[in-house]
Nanobody
Framework: VQLQASGGGLVQTGDSLTLSCAAS????????IGWFRQVPGKEREFVAG????????DYAVPVKGRFTLSRDNAKNTADLLMNSLKPEDTGTYYC??????????????WGQGTLVTVSS
C-alpha cells in the first residue's frame, strides 16, 4: 500500500485545516491508520489513530478535543480535521498504515509527509 498525505499549509493561530491521507495499491480497509508529526530535532510524535472500521479512535493529549480523525474505506482516505490550531501544532505530518498505537515501529507503510505551519 502506498500512502500520500496532503493538505498542509501556512495558517494562523485558531484556524482550521484538514489533512488527507490517500492510499493506493492495497487493502486500505483492512488496516488501522495513524497520524504522526515531527519537527526538526525531535522524535516523531503520535497525533491520532483510527481502527480499520473506525470503531476506535485515539488522540494524543495535546490534540484531544481539537483534532478529529475519520476515514472513508470506500475512497481509501483518512482525514485529520484540525481545529483551533496553535503554533505548537507546527510540524510535518505523516500518515501511516498498520496500527493506531503511538509506536512508529508498529506501522507498515508511511506517507511522505505534509508540512503544517501555524503562525502566532
Amino acid at each position: 500500500v502506498q500512502l500520500q498525505a496532503s493538505g498542509g499549509g501556512l495558517v494562523q493561530t485558531g484556524d482550521s485545516l484538514t489533512l488527507s491521507c490517500a492510499a493506493s495499491g492495497g487493502a486500505f480497509r483492512d488496516y488501522a491508520i495513524g497520524w504522526f508529526r515531527q519537527v526538526p530535532g525531535k522524535e516523531r510524535e503520535f497525533v491520532a489513530g483510527i481502527s480499520w472500521n473506525a470503531a476506535m479512535r485515539d488522540y494524543a493529549v495535546p490534540v484531544k478535543g481539537r483534532f478529529t480523525l475519520s476515514r472513508d474505506n470506500a475512497k481509501n482516505t483518512a482525514d485529520l480535521l484540525m481545529n483551533s490550531l496553535k503554533p505548537e501544532d507546527t510540524g510535518t505530518y505523516y500518515c501511516a498504515l498498520g496500527s493506531m498505537t503511538p509506536r512508529p515501529e508498529r506501522y507498515k507503510a508511511w506517507g511522505q509527509g505534509t508540512l503544517v505551519t501555524v503562525s502566532s
